[in-house]
């Protein structure tokens, strides 16, 4: 059983940024491939990106590229999203989702509301 647990949500203007963490104790996230997810009112959940355990790699949806930067600090055991220039439409609830052994884990998700 993993539970991963996201914070660092809110509301921000556009423009503004975030910084949402995921943590997993006493889970180690090191040797996994991290992603985070988001999902606004009445839509599909989409994949914002995610960062590979071996070297680093990121991927970013086209959506959020540019703007977002997925990290992680194994010593801390922790994922990082960082969001710049956000924009209204980047509001939703964001999900860390970590995929072991076949199985889809994720958190309770964080709100970010990016309003004016």
């Known amino acids: 059983q993993v539970q991963l647990e996201e914070s660092g949500g809110g509301a921000v203007q556009p423009g503004g940024s975030l910084t949402l963490t995921c943590a997993a104790p006493?889970?180690?996230?090191?040797?996994?491939?991290m992603a985070w997810f988001r999902q606004a009112p009445g839509k599909e959940r989409e994949r914002v990106g995610c960062?590979?355990?071996?070297?680093?790699?990121?991927y970013y949806a086209a959506s959020v590229k540019g703007r977002f930067t997925i990290s992680r600090d194994n010593a801390k055991n922790t994922v990082y999203l960082q969001m710049n220039s956000l924009k209204p439409e980047d509001t939703a609830i964001y999900y860390c989702?970590?995929?072991?052994?076949?199985?889809?884990?994720w958190g309770q998700g964080t709100q970010v509301t990016v309003s004016s």
């Open positions: 006493p889970f180690t996230l090191t040797y996994y491939t």
């Open positions: 989702n970590v995929r072991k052994l076949g199985t889809a884990y």
């Open positions: 960062i590979s355990n071996s070297d680093g790699t990121t």
